[in-house]
């Protein structure tokens, strides 16, 4: 056989530090269940102002992986 088949899931990770840490933890998170993931997208990044801060950081993401054969 010459190629995959992906399936995508839709996740929102969340971080008070960053938005970068927010996408780790989503990846991080879904990598505890989920086999031969490859690839995200960010779709949407959001946050949370307090005082006139960021307060925490919110961003929604794709991660494709891989179906088995």
Request: proline share 0%.
């Amino acid at each position: 056989m010459s190629g995959h088949t992906y399936k995508k899931i839709e996740l929102v990770g969340s971080s008070t530090v960053s938005s970068d840490e927010a996408i780790r933890n989503a990846i991080a998170k879904a990598g505890q269940t989920v086999k031969n993931m490859d690839w995200y997208e960010v779709v949407e990044h959001r946050g949370h102002i307090s005082n006139g801060e960021i307060a925490h950081y919110q961003v929604t993401v794709k991660i494709g992986f891989r179906l088995e054969d």
